[in-house]
């Protein structure tokens, strides 16, 4: 089925190359008398059609480099344009070639433009024809990007939403409140500051695309703060970002602290042998890095959160998330993004 999608469009073009000949060269030989049908005609046409599409395929990615992920319509008018003119002038000039060469015939430059004049309508045609197909075809996926983007928003918010009232989360945090309240008052009272943050800043973003780096690093080190008022000293996070790097960028709300909750989730620690877990900044990437220490009861994975986390990227920069993991080493690199002002 695959090879049909492929072949077909081939075969039809070369079809409708052949039957636009023979009323062209009816009405150039004037009468069926004269009339004289070159059979090799329509695969110089067609050769001349497949070149031509393919230049434009070039001339399109050379535009699209430009300007990349645009279905603004002044773009496909340069293309056609640019790539009309240029595959008539090729045109021209292989004609010359072959009639002149190959065939050793000379004739004058009128009788090439006539010819031109003949056939360039039904060349700028396919090519036109060509470039609304691309059109159509970018602006169907940038539909498709969109729903994609409102699937992953929602996504999002859901996710939040239940990181909101998450049992598990919400109760292990009460049980370690209810054992500070006990034994040490004062800090109770710093556990509930830093878990009342933290729910306001999930709160206060949920409907944020990006948000600057040096507030999710405060998010992210009051969850650090419950993590290891749960488990002491079983991971130990290491954060290797100065202030101005947290100040010039922006990431995505709650990126940083689900690479940590991941890397939590996933490894093993002890007191005798606490888990590091590094956060640093590697140019535009914020890196979140650990040793692989799998917990028995859990298959160590990526996960949906870190699929969602991706998609979400994919939708506001070109630059990937990227997951790199070795023998005992898992790393995540996540984009830092600029805003920039227009």
Not at 324 to 337: G, M
Request: aromatic letters at 12%.
């Amino acid at each position: 089925m695959a090879v049909k999608f492929k072949v077909m469009p081939i075969l039809g073009l070369f079809i409708f190359c052949a039957l636009f000949l023979l009323p062209l060269k009816l009405l150039v030989a004037g009468s069926f008398k004269r009339f004289v049908y070159h059979w090799d005609a329509p695969f110089y046409v067609f050769a001349f059609c497949l070149i031509s599409l393919a230049i434009t395929k070039l001339i399109k990615r050379g535009i699209d480099r430009r300007a990349y992920r645009s279905t603004d319509v002044a773009r496909y008018i340069m293309l056609s344009v640019v790539s009309t003119i240029l595959c008539a002038a090729l045109m021209i000039a292989l004609l010359i070639a072959i009639e002149t060469l190959i065939f050793g015939k000379h004739k004058s430059f009128f009788h090439y433009f006539a010819e031109m004049t003949l056939i360039g309508p039904f060349l700028a045609l396919i090519i036109n024809g060509y470039i609304s197909y691309l059109y159509l075809n970018d602006l169907s996926k940038m539909r498709e990007n969109l729903l994609l983007a409102q699937r992953a928003q929602a996504e999002t918010q859901l996710k939040l939403l239940q990181q909101k009232v998450d049992p598990h989360f919400f109760f292990n945090n009460l049980n370690v409140l209810s054992s500070l309240i006990e034994r040490n008052p004062e800090a109770a009272s710093e556990f509930v500051t830093h878990f009342t943050r933290l729910y306001r800043y999930i709160l206060q973003h949920r409907d944020a695309e990006i948000v600057p780096l040096d507030e999710e690093l405060a998010f992210a080190k009051d969850y650090i703060y419950l993590v290891e008022k749960r488990f002491g000293q079983a991971y130990r996070f290491g954060v290797s970002l100065a202030g101005e790097q947290a100040r010039d960028h922006m990431i995505i709300p709650t990126a940083l602290q689900g690479l940590i909750e991941n890397a939590v989730k996933h490894n093993e620690g002890s007191a005798r042998a606490p888990l590091p877990i590094t956060i640093a900044v590697d140019g535009d990437y914020l890196t979140v890095s650990n040793y692989l220490r799998p917990k028995p009861s859990v298959s160590y994975s990526a996960g949906t959160g870190l699929e969602n986390l991706q998609a979400r990227y994919r939708l506001l920069t070109d630059k990937p998330v990227e997951v790199s993991r070795e023998a005992e080493f898992f790393a995540v690199k996540v984009p830092l993004l600029k805003v920039v002002n227009t």
